[in-house]
C-alpha cells in the first residue's frame, strides 16, 4: 500500500499537475489572506480565518484530488491493479495519495493564518480547532474529487462540469432545509466568525457532520468503483 501511495505521489509531482492548485493557493494567500487582521477583534478575526481557509480550499482539494487520481494513463492503472495483492488497493491507495497530497496543500494554505493567529493571540484552543477542521474538510473534499475522476467519469469535460455542479450544489444544499445532505460548510463558518468560544462548542457537531457525511459518501464510492471494469 505505501509502495503504491508513493508511486501515485511521485507520478502526480512528475506530471507538474501539482503546480496548478500550488498556484491558486499562492494566489489566494497573497491576495485574500496576507493582510493579517487588525484592531480590537483581531483575535477573532484570526479565528474566523481559519474557518474561511477550509471553505476556500474545499473546491482546490477536490480538483487535486481528481487531478491525482486521473494522472496514471488507463494502461498503468490495469497494470497496477493486476500487479497488486488485491484488486481494492490501488483504489485505496490513490484515495489515501490524493488525501496526502491535500493535506500538504492545507498546510502552505494554512501557514500565513496561523502565525497572524498566533501573533494576535488567538486562544490556543481555536487555533488547535481551525487546524482539525482543515484537516476533516480535506477528506469529503477528496471524496468528491475521487467521485469525478476518470475511474468513474471517462470524458474530462464531463468530469470537470460534474465536479463544478457538485461542488456548487453542495454550497446551496447547505444554505436551505436540506443542509444536513451536504457537508456543514455555512455551519463551521458561522461558528468561526461567532468567536472562539463559539467555535469550539460547535466544532464536536461539525466534526460529526463530517465524518458521517464522508463515511456515506466514501462507501457509496468504494462500491461504485468496485463495480467498475
Known amino acids: 500500500m505505501i509502495a503504491l501511495v508513493r508511486f501515485q505521489v511521485a507520478g502526480y509531482l512528475r506530471s507538474l499537475r501539482v503546480l496548478h492548485p500550488l498556484i491558486v493557493v499562492a494566489l489566494v494567500v ?29 473546491p482546490i482539494w477536490a480538483w487535486a484530488a481528481r487531478a491525482l487520481l486521473d494522472t496514471q494513463p488507463d494502461e498503468q492503472r490495469s497494470l497496477t491493479a493486476t500487479a497488486a495483492r488485491r484488486s481494492s488497493m490501488p483504489m485505496w491507495a490513490g484515495l489515501f495519495a490524493a488525501y496526502g497530497v491535500n493535506l500538504c496543500l492545507g498546510v502552505a494554505a494554512l501557514a500565513v493564518p496561523l502565525m497572524q493567529a498566533i501573533q494576535v493571540g488567538s486562544p490556543g484552543r481555536a487555533i488547535l480547532v481551525g487546524c482539525a477542521l482543515n484537516f476533516l474538510v480535506a477528506v469529503p473534499a477528496t471524496l468528491v474529487g475521487a467521485w469525478t475522476s476518470r475511474a468513474l467519469i471517462p470524458d474530462p469535460g464531463v468530469s470537470l462540469l460534474v465536479l463544478l455542479g457538485a461542488v456548487t450544489a453542495l454550497v446551496l444544499l447547505g444554505i436551505g432545509r436540506f443542509a444536513w445532505l451536504s457537508v456543514p460548510m455555512i455551519e463551521w463558518l458561522r461558528a468561526a466568525h461567532d468567536g472562539p468560544r463559539e467555535f469550539i462548542s460547535d466544532f464536536p457537531s461539525i466534526a460529526l457532520h463530517l465524518a458521517l457525511w464522508s463515511a456515506v459518501v466514501g462507501a457509496a464510492y468504494i462500491a461504485a468503483a468496485r463495480h467498475r471494469p
Open 30 to 58: 497573497v491576495l485574500v489572506l496576507i493582510q493579517g487582521p487588525g484592531g480590537p477583534d483581531a483575535a477573532d478575526l484570526a479565528v474566523g480565518t481559519l474557518g474561511d481557509v477550509a471553505a476556500f480550499m474545499f
